[in-house]
């Protein structure tokens, strides 16, 4: 009896160390090396950090940055548009390696897949027209207020005690969308990130204005699959690389006109 127990005993022990070896396999910077590239899930309509130039061709902030990390990874790159309010299935389900477009790291995030370190800070500012009557925060209570779904704007909003008191919060799948209806009057102001902002009132000056209050900061980071550790490394050690030889600083002055990555 006390044979078979000990038999017993050590079948599991070897079943579970099998289990916990398989689980602990990670080939992903193997398998990205071995395809020859990895595959980056974006929202296209998302400028300055990724979006369609008048070409049709997918440019930007992180698209250069992405780019530069494949070229010395030695593999290509690959830009695939995905519905960014399913963002994180579409990594999950592997239809692509990494998400790198401004994805904001969030505790609620971080409970479903993992982050490069931070490489660029942001907020969340409130853009109204230029010849509106709102110059706070507290002015657009009782006020129709664009934001795009799914975004940390939508998620910033609806954690402030404002979100209760708006007229209505109306969802757009892109920020273009929103800010094309705040132009036109349908509704008095747009929450969205400062970059995305910044870059919109660059082209059209005089449109658009940006209050002093905001709804917060946030960290950008790209990102993987839990499971991903040797690909995450290897993009942190890049990313460290880049900011040290000044790569990373020149594809930030292009796009913003200063350096503004975390370092």
């Known amino acids: 009896m006390r044979l078979n127990l000990f038999f017993l005993f050590l079948v599991i022990t070897v079943m579970l160390m099998g289990c916990t070896s398989k689980d602990k396999v990670d080939n992903s910077l193997e398998e990205i090396k ?24 997918i440019v930007g902030f992180d ?58 800070e942001n907020r969340q500012i409130i853009v109204v027209n230029n010849n509106s009557s709102i110059k706070r925060k507290e002015d657009i209570i009782g006020k129709i207020v664009g934001v795009q779904l799914g975004s940390s704007s939508e998620n910033a909003l609806n954690s402030s005690e404002i979100s209760k008191e708006l007229k209505e919060i109306k969802k757009y799948s892109n920020n273009t969308e929103a800010l094309m209806d705040l132009k036109a009057g349908r509704i008095d102001a747009v929450i969205l990130d400062e970059i995305v902002g910044r870059y919109y009132m660059e082209k059209k000056p005089g449109v658009y204005r940006i209050l002093e209050d905001d709804f917060g900061k946030e960290s950008y980071g790209v990102g993987i699959r839990k499971e991903d550790v040797k690909l995450k490394d290897e993009l942190n050690k890049i990313l460290d ?23």
Not at 42 to 51: K, R, T, V, Y
Not at 69 to 86: T, Y
Not at 241 to 263: P, Y
């Open 34 to 57: 071995k395809k020859g590239e990895f595959v980056v899930g974006l929202d296209d309509s998302f400028p300055p950090m990724g979006f369609k130039d008048e070409n049709g061709e």
């Open 63 to 120: 698209i250069d940055l992405a780019k530069e990390v494949a070229k010395r990874m030695g593999v290509n790159v690959k830009f695939k548009a995905v519905d960014w309010d399913g963002v994180l299935l579409s990594l999950k389900n592997k239809n692509i390696d990494v998400i790198w477009n401004g994805l904001t790291i969030t505790e609620k995030r971080k409970k479903e897949i993992a982050f490069s370190k931070v490489y660029l």
């Open 241 to 263: 690389e880049m900011k040290k030889d000044g790569t990373a600083k020149n594809i930030s002055e292009k796009w913003f006109g200063e350096d503004i990555v975390t370092r």
